[in-house]
C-alpha cells in the first residue's frame, strides 16, 4: 500500500450511478471507497447499508470498500457488512457498549477495525485498544452531511494521535473524514494523517482525475 491512502466519500456520488461513479473515481486514481452509513439516530441522516455494499462488489468494484459506521447499536449490522465485501469497518466507540469486543467482532470476520472520533470525543478510547486497531480516525467535521468545513482544532489531535501511533510500534492507519480539500491536504498530511476522505470535493467537480491529482501534489510537497 502506498503512503498516502485517497478514500472519495461516495456519500457525494450520483446515486443513481453508483456503479459507474466509484469505477470511474478509482480509474481516475483514488485507492480505497469511503462508504458512510448514516442510521437517523446516531446521526441525523439515512444512507446506505450493506446491500449496496454488496451490490458494488456484484458490479466488480475490487479495491478496498472501507465502511464508516455511523449507527448504534453497531454490532448486529457488522457481520453483514464482512459479507458483503466490506474490507476496513470502523465506528464511534460511544457508539458501541463494548468497544474491545466490537473490534474483536471486527476482526474475526477478517476485517480490518478502526475507532472514529468526533470532533469532541476525546483519545482515552485508545488507552487499552491499541494493540486491537488498524486504522484510526478522525471527524474533522460533526458527523452526518457532506460538503461542511474542516474544523482547525482537528490539528492539534492529528499530531496527537500520530504521536500515539509511532508511540505504539504499529502499521496503523491515520485517517481524516471531513471538509478534506486540495487547499488543505497538504497541511493535514504535515500534522501526520495518512488516508484521506474527501466527497464533495471530489465528486461535485466534473473532472475527479484532475482534483485526485492535484490532492497528490500537494501530498508530494
Ligand atoms: C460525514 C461523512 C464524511 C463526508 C465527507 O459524516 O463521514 O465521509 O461524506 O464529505 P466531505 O468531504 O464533503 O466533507
Ligand atoms: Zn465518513
Known amino acids: 500500500m502506498s503512503k498516502f491512502l485517497i478514500a472519495p466519500s461516495i456519500l457525494s456520488a450520483d446515486f443513481a450511478r453508483l456503479g459507474e461513479e466509484v469505477e470511474k473515481v478509482l480509474a481516475d486514481g483514488a485507492d480505497v471507497v469511503h462508504f458512510d452509513v448514516m442510521d437517523n439516530h446516531y446521526v441525523p441522516n439515512l444512507t446506505i447499508g450493506p446491500m449496496v455494499c454488496q451490490a458494488l462488489r456484484d458490479y466488480g468494484i475490487q479495491a478496498p470498500i472501507d465502511v464508516h459506521l455511523m449507527v448504534k447499536p453497531v454490532d448486529r449490522i457488522i457481520p453483514d457488512f464482512a459479507k458483503a465485501g466490506a474490507s476496513i469497518i470502523t465506528f464511534h466507540p460511544e457508539a458501541s457498549e463494548h468497544v474491545d469486543r466490537t473490534l474483536q467482532l471486527i476482526k474475526s470476520l477478517g476485517c480490518q477495525a478502526g475507532l472514529v472520533f468526533n470532533p469532541a470525543t476525546p483519545l482515552h478510547y485508545l488507552d487499552y485498544v491499541m494493540d486491537k486497531v488498524d486504522v484510526i480516525l478522525l471527524m474533522s467535521v460533526n458527523p452526518g452531511f457532506g460538503g461542511q468545513s474542516f474544523i482547525p482544532a482537528t ?8 504521536r500515539r501511533i509511532d508511540a505504539s510500534g504499529r502499521d496503523i492507519r491515520l485517517e481524516i473524514d471531513g471538509g478534506v480539500k486540495v487547499d488543505n491536504i497538504g497541511e493535514i498530511a504535515a500534522a501526520g494523517a ?5 466527497g464533495s470535493a471530489i465528486f461535485a467537480k466534473d473532472d475527479y482525475k484532475a482534483e485526485i491529482d492535484k490532492m497528490r501534489a500537494e501530498l508530494a510537497k
Not at 495518512?194 to 474527501?198: G, L, T
Open 155 to 162: 490539528l492539534d489531535k492529528i499530531r496527537e494521535v500520530r
Open 194 to 198: 495518512d488516508m484521506f476522505v474527501a
